[in-house]
């Protein structure tokens, strides 16, 4: 392929670090090509995300099969979560929650699904996950798409956390 020919297809945001940096780690932990253009509000093909998409995958040296079909974004269901799924996604949640600042700094609006600050911190929180945890993306309770929409709906109050009557631990639930 032609210096040329690459320069042309290099998507505008393959230029910025930090933008560059999110898209890698949006792509490792969850590689659906519908998904990562809504999360960071991409405008470019489907075929330029898909194929950037890969070759992020293949420098990593994880495997670069992509998820097929539409995925959460049009399908999730909080209340179909299983129990253990529910209890990672509490402590998920209560991870990206915790904050000394009420999550004023996440508030702004972005160009995609959320914006760029959350995304950053619930990239962080769900990897620390991972690594205390020592899974790995493929092997984890609940995938990252999963947890955006979680978080989703818990903004949308589609869900809500519970205190247990006997031990006081919080929990996610579907009943309002």
């Known amino acids: 392929m032609s210096t040329k020919a690459s320069t042309r297809a290099a998507p505008s945001w393959a230029s910025d670090v930090e933008k560059l940096a999110r898209f890698e780690a949006v ?3 969850a590689p659906r090509t519908s998904f990562v253009k809504a999360l ?3 405008t470019e093909t489907d075929a330029v995300v898909r194929r950037a998409i890969q070759q992020s995958r293949e420098r990593l040296n994880i495997d670069s099969r992509l998820s ?3 995925g959460m974004l049009a399908t999730f269901n ?3 979560l299983r129990p253990e799924q529910r209890y990672i996604c509490t402590v998920l949640l209560k991870s990206l929650l915790a904050s000394d600042d009420s ?3 996440l508030s702004d609006s ?3 699904l959320l914006n760029v600050r959350l995304i950053d911190k619930m990239i962080y929180v ?3 996950y991972l690594n205390s945890s020592r899974l790995t993306v493929e092997n984890a309770g609940i995938t990252f798409e999963a947890f955006v929409m979680v978080y989703r709906a818990h903004v949308m109050a589609e869900i ?3 205190a247990c009557d006997n031990c006081g631990a919080k929990d996610l639930t579907t009943r309002l």
Do not use: M
């Open 27 to 29: 792509a490792r932990l």
């Open 40 to 42: 960071l509000g991409l």
């Open 68 to 70: 097929r079909g539409s």
């Open 78 to 80: 909080p209340a179909e």
């Open 103 to 105: 999550n004023v700094a």
């Open 110 to 112: 972005g160009q995609g």
């Open 126 to 128: 769900f990897q620390r």
């Open 160 to 162: 809500e956390s519970i």
